[in-house]
């Protein structure tokens, strides 16, 4: 079956470090997003890529990138870790005919201290 | 730009009882209106949604109609259970010019006690 995985589940990480959060789905879909979540907040965007080479800033951008490569996958980095980007992390894909369908990967909880 | 504003929480709620979460929307052009679920530890599922005015969505007992004359998208369900637990999300996407982005809510924490 089809799915998107996001990996780790988990991390904890030092302020100040390069750190990388991958997402990987076998839809084929060319849509891809990553969120945040935070108490209070709801889920904000934070970037997103509608096919391969494509890249595009959301509202919370600062302080992150993405690539993407290939279809299936569109990494996270965050530059330079700051306290502030403590959260959870949600990545999603949707196909370019099915726009509204958005399937979303189970989070990767990061810490940063 | 587009913006939820959908009910604070948390709510708390006995089995059986009949729920409302408000939602409204400010967005231009037809946007299109969904509710999803987020259940303890996992990610988001779509729940229901709603591409035009007086569209109703439904599942699970869930229902929310697209009232463009308010700017609305309230989620109701007559009888909850404790299964339905979890954070939902009210989202909208103004598909115009090729925009696939969600705009989300804050998120509403049900809670239902047996």
């Known amino acids: 079956d089809a799915e998107i995985t996001q990996s780790p589940r988990h991390k904890i990480t030092e302020t100040g470090r390069q750190v990388t959060l991958a997402c990987h789905q076998t839809?084929?879909?060319?849509?891809m997003f990553w969120y945040r979540q935070d108490l209070g907040h709801g889920l904000r965007l934070i970037h997103y890529?509608?096919?391969?080479?494509?890249?595009n800033k959301g509202e919370v951008s600062d302080g992150y990138s993405v690539s993407r490569s290939n279809t299936e996958d569109l990494p996270l980095t965050l530059e330079s870790a700051a306290s502030s980007q403590t959260s959870v992390y949600f990545c999603?894909?949707?196909?370019?005919?099915?726009?509204?369908?958005?399937?979303f990967g189970s989070g990767t909880r990061l810490t940063v201290v | 730009g587009d913006s939820v504003t959908q009910m604070e929480g948390p709510v708390t709620l006995s089995e059986e009882a009949f729920l409302t979460i408000n939602c409204t929307y400010t967005?231009?052009?037809?946007?299109?209106l969904f509710w999803y679920v987020q259940y303890p530890g996992e990610g988001l599922q779509l729940l229901l949604k709603a591409t035009k005015a007086d569209d109703k969505g439904s599942n699970k007992g869930f229902e929310a109609t697209y009232r463009k004359e308010t700017t609305s998208f309230h989620l109701e369900k007559g009888s909850v259970q404790v299964s339905d637990s979890a954070v939902y999300f009210c989202?909208?996407?103004?598909?115009?010019?090729?925009?696939?982005?969600?705009?989300f809510g804050k998120g509403t924490l049900l809670t239902v006690n047996p």
């Open positions: 989202a909208l996407m103004n598909s115009g010019g090729s925009n696939y982005k969600l705009t």
């Open positions: 967005a231009t052009g037809y946007p299109s």
């Open positions: 890529s509608y096919g391969v080479q494509d890249t």
């Open positions: 999603a894909s949707s196909g370019s005919g099915t726009p509204l369908n958005y399937t």
């Open positions: 839809w084929n879909h060319n849509n």
